[in-house]
C-alpha cells in the first residue's frame, strides 16, 4: 500500500520536474542560445587561427573553412532547427544533465564542465543549511515545547515576540553584521570561505572546517530557530487541547510523560512537514546567505555566475536546484505517509 | 453587502484586534512608515536623492565615509561637524584694470578630530589667479594653494584643500615635526586638514592635538579683466559626522537614502502581497467550486507553481530579463501566488456545501456570481493574515535580488544601498552606519507586518489562543 503511494508521488515529481525544465527552456532559450553562438565563434576562431598559423592554405580557403566549420557546429548544437525542436532539444538535455560548457567559470580541477562545476558545491551547501537545520530543530522542538506548555506567559510571549523580530530579516543581513562583529571587532572566525588557506592536513582539515562553518550555523540558527519554535508551538499546542491530554493528565501521568510521550507523537507528522518544509525555503531563500560568507556552495556559484554573466552555469544551478527543491518536497510527502498513515490511503482531502 | 454591515463588521473586527497588543504594535509602526512617507519631501535632506542617487556629483560636498551626528554624544572625542561658511567679509581693491578680491572666511573649530577637507567654490565667469592662506589661532599662516581659475557661467569650481595642497601642508609640517615621523609618511599619503588643524609640535602627525580656537581663510582672487565676475564664494568644511545616519564612501546621505526606500519597500510589498493572494483565493475558490476534472487539473497546475524554487527563479529571470520594478513585482507575482491556495481551497470546499449556496443557485445565479459575490467575500478577511505575513518575504525577495546587482537602477531600495555598502567593503571597514539602517529597516517593517499578521491569525483562527 505505501510502495504505490511512495511510486505515485515519485512519478508526480518527476513530471512536475520535466514540466519545469520545459517551462525554463522555453523562456530562457534566447539567452542560451545567444552564448551557445558566441562559444561556436569562438571556437571556430580558434580552429582558424591553428590552421593559419601551418601557413598551408591561401586566405579564401581559410574563410571558406571557417564557414564550413561554423555550419557544422550550428547543425551539431541543432541551432538550424525550428524553434520549438530547439527548446525541446534543449529540455531533454538539460534533464539528463547535460548542462554544456560554461563561459567562464572553471571547477576546482579546471574543468569547464557545468555538472561538475554544480556537483563540487551541492555537498557544500547541503552541509551548510544541513548543520543549520539539525541544531533548528532540535532547539525548536525543546523551546516549542516549553511554549506550548505555558502559552501566554512569559517565556511564551518573548520567544514569539523575538519569532516576529527575525521574521521579515533577510539572513544576509545579519550575516553582514555577524561578520562585521565577530570577524573584524573581535576577530575569532574567520571571515568566509570553507577552509584556511592552505588548508590543513589530516584531523585538523576537519577542524578547520568546524571553525569556518561555526559563524554561518550561528547566524542561520538565530534568524530560523524562532521562527520553528513558534510553528512547534502551535501544532503542539493544538494537540494539548484534545481529550486525550487531558484524561492523560487526570490520570496522574507525568507531565513529561504527557507532553514527550502522547502530544509530540500525534504532533510529530506536522512537525517533520513543517521542519523540512521551511529547511527546503531556507536554503531556496537563503542561497545569497552563502556568498557572504563565500562559503563555496550552490548559492555562491548564483552570486558568481550573475556577476560573471555566465549563462550556462547559471541555468544548470537553477535546473539543478529545482530538482533539489522538488526532490525535497516529494520525500516531505513520503515521510508524511509514512507518519500518518491516513495521507496515504485516501490520496485526496 | 451593504454599507452598515460592513461598518459594523470593522468596528467588531477592530474590538477583537484591539485586544492584541503586538498587533496594535505593529499597526503603529505601520502608521509611523506611513507618517515617514507623507512628511519625506519634508524630512529629507537632500530634495533631489530620488532622482540623483547614484550622480556623484549632487554629493560631492559632503564628507566621505561620516559617521552618524549622534555618535558626539556618545564618544568622549568630539568629531567634527559639517558645516557650510556662505557670508564671507568682502574687501576689493583696484590696480588699473586689475581688481583684487579677498574673501575672508571665519571657521571657529571646537572639535578633537580634524574635519576631513576643506573646499572652496566659487562661481563667476573669466579667468582669475587665487590664492588662498590659512591663518590659526596660534598665529602660524599656511599658504594653502594658488591655482587659476577658468570659470564658466553657470558651472561651480572647486578648490579641495584634501587634493591640492598636500605639499604645502607637508612643509607646513617640516618645521615642527621630528625627521623620523616625518620619514614614516610619504608627501602624498598626508591629510592636510588632520595637519591644519592639529597643535603645532612634535607628533603632530602621528597623534595630533587639536588646536581649538577661530582659525581665517582667506582667499585672494586677482581679476584682470574688467567683464570677469565673482559670485557666491562658499568654504565647505566636510567634517567626519554628517546627518542623522552618516554619509557612505560615496559621499552620499544615508539618511535620504533610506527615507527614499520606504515607498518602495512599501509599495513592492503590498502591492506583491495583496495581488498575489487575491490571485490565490480566487483560484483556490474557483477550484474548490467547480470540482471535477477541472479542479484536478487547476491542482496540477498549482503543484508545479508551488514547486518552484522562488528566489533562484528570481535571480536567473533577473539576470537575463533586467527587469524594471514594476516587472519585478510582476514576475513575483506570478511566482508567489501559491502559498495560500490550498487553505482557500479547502474553505471552499465547505462553503461550498452550505445551504445558502444551493439556495443561490436554484435561484439562478451563474456560477462567476456565485464565487465573486456569495464565497469570496467570506473568505477575504481569512486573507488578510496571510497577506500581511507575505509581505516581509517580498521585501527581503526584492533586497536579495537588489544585494546580487539586479535591482532596478532608477529607483533607491534598501537592498541597493546594501548592495552598494557590501561592495564598498562596509563590512571591511567596520562602516556600520551604512550596513545597519536600511537592514534594520527591511527587519522593522518586517517585523511590523509580522505583528500585524500574527495578530490577526490570532483572531481568526481561535483555536490556537491562549487559555
Redesign the interface.
Known sequence: MYWKYVIKRVINGIVIYIILIFIFSALFNMQMEQTVRAQIDEVVKGEVMAQSTSGKWTPEQLMNWSKERKVYYTELYNLNKPVFERIVTRAVDTILFRYGKSTIIKSAFGERDVVKIIFETVPRTLLLFGTAAIIDVILGILIGIKKAQKPGKGFDKGTSIATMIVFGMPSWWLGMLMIMFFVYIIKVFPSGGMHSTPPPAGFMYHLDTLWHLTLPVLTLVIIGFWGRAFLIRNIVLSVLQDDYIMSARARGIPERKVLFGHALRTAAPPIVTMALLSLLVSVSGGILFESIFSWPGMGNLYWISVEQSDIPVLMGDLSFSTGLYICGLVILDLIYGFLDPRIKVGGKA | MKLKDLRGSISEFWNEFRKVK?GLV?LGIFAFFLLLLIFEPVLAPFSETNTRWRDISYWDDNPQSAYPIWVNFFSAKKYAKSSVLKDPQVSEEAFGTNRMMTYTFEYDYQYDIAPSDLILKIQGTGAAMMDLTFTRPDGETVYLTSSNLKMVEGGVSRISVDKGSKSEAYDFLGGFESRDNMRKFQRSSIKPAAILFAKAQENMLIDPEPLKGKYTIQAAILLQRPEDTISNVELVVPGRVFGLLGTDAFKRDLFSGVLAGIKWALLIGLLTAIVSVMVGVIYGVISAYLGGWKDSAMQRVF??F????????L???S??FKPSIWNLILIMCIFYWTGSVKTVR?MG?QIKEETFIEATRALGASNFRIIFKHIIPLIIPYSFASMA?F???A???E??IS????GDATIVTWGQI?RD??TGGA??N?I?WW??PP?LM??I???S???IG?ALDKILHP??R??
Open positions: 503586538s505593529g503543484e508545479v508551488n514547486s518552484i524554487p522562488l528566489l533562484p527563479v535571480i536567473v529571470m539576470a537575463v479547502s470546499l505575513l509581505i516581509p518575504g521585501i527581503v525577495y533586497a536579495s544585494l546580487l546587482g539586479l546594501l555598502a557590501y563590512v571591511i567596520g556600520w550596513v545597519i537592514g527591511i527587519a517593517m518586517g517585523m507586518f509580522a505583528f500574527f483555536k490556537l491562549t487559555r
